[in-house]
T-cell receptor
Framework: GQNIDQPTEMTATEGAIVQINCTYQ??????LFWYQQHAGEAPTFLSY????GLEEKGRFSSFLSRSKGYSYLLLKELQMKDSASYLC???????????FGKGTRLHILP | GAGVSQSPRYKVAKRGQDVALRCDPI?????LFWYQQALGQGPEFLTY????????KSGLPSDRFFAERPEGSVSTLKIQRTQQEDSAVYLC????????????FGAGSRLTVL
């Protein structure tokens, strides 16, 4: 079956850095996504990786290692508004469905 | 439209009732996905369309669930004889092309079955 694992909850302090890990085991792979979801709201796109390496976008960076089935989302200079769930998702084939992990709830402390 | 629009935003149904949830994707978007999200969980894949063709419906939990997109634009997710375990938020997402990278989600339809 398909499996995407990420920690259930994490806590970090305002201004700090946090890394959210995601491991996946899927029958195919054609890209990994990170989405942010605030409570009661729709998920919003953060990043997309299809090749190995680091993609940086402002305070957020995402890393992918296809050989290890591993990704992480790095959030720098944390702000209170970053308190949300972070969803890791994989597209299994070029035209195929996108499946999500259960999400990591990130709590930011002042 | 400017975004993905879903209606109704909230629906309360008695067990055994049929419900229909509507999704109006971004104009011109080819791909449309339905997900079910229980409280505190990630979105679970239900089904997806390329234009009017339903390419994958492997995530539909039972034959009580049915989705259609007859003209390749608006989609409807129908749930017959609702059960309490159907209570969840139903999210619709669209993307501009086949295999497109970014899914844009609607705000969801929250279904509560009593």
């Amino acid at each position: 079956g398909q499996n995407i694992d990420q920690p259930t909850e994490m806590t970090a302090t305002e201004g700090a850095i946090v890394q959210i890990n995601c491991t996946y085991q899927t029958s195919g792979f054609n890209g990994l996504f990170w989405y942010q979801q605030h409570a009661g709201e729709a998920p919003t796109f953060l990043s997309y990786n299809v090749l190995d390496g680091l993609e940086e976008k402002g305070r957020f960076s995402s890393f992918l290692s296809r050989s290890k089935g591993y990704s992480y989302l790095l959030l720098k200079e944390l702000q209170m508004k970053d308190s949300a769930s972070y969803l890791c998702a994989v597209r299994m084939n070029r035209d195929d469905k996108i499946i999500f992990g259960k999400g990591t709830r990130l709590h930011i402390l002042p | 439209g400017a975004g993905v629009s879903q209606s109704p935003r909230y629906k309360v149904a008695k067990r055994g009732q049929d419900v229909a949830l509507r999704c109006d994707p971004i104009s011109g978007h080819v791909s449309l996905f339905w997900y079910q999200q229980a409280l505190g969980q990630g979105p679970e894949f239900l089904t997806y369309f390329q234009n009017e063709a339903q390419l994958d419906k492997s995530g539909l939990p039972s034959d009580r669930f049915f989705a259609e997109r007859p003209e390749g634009s608006v989609s409807t997710l129908k749930i017959q004889r609702t059960q309490q375990e159907d209570s969840a938020v139903y999210l619709c997402a669209s993307s501009p092309r086949q295999g497109g990278n970014v899914l844009t989600f609607g705000a969801g339809s929250r279904l509560t079955v009593l």
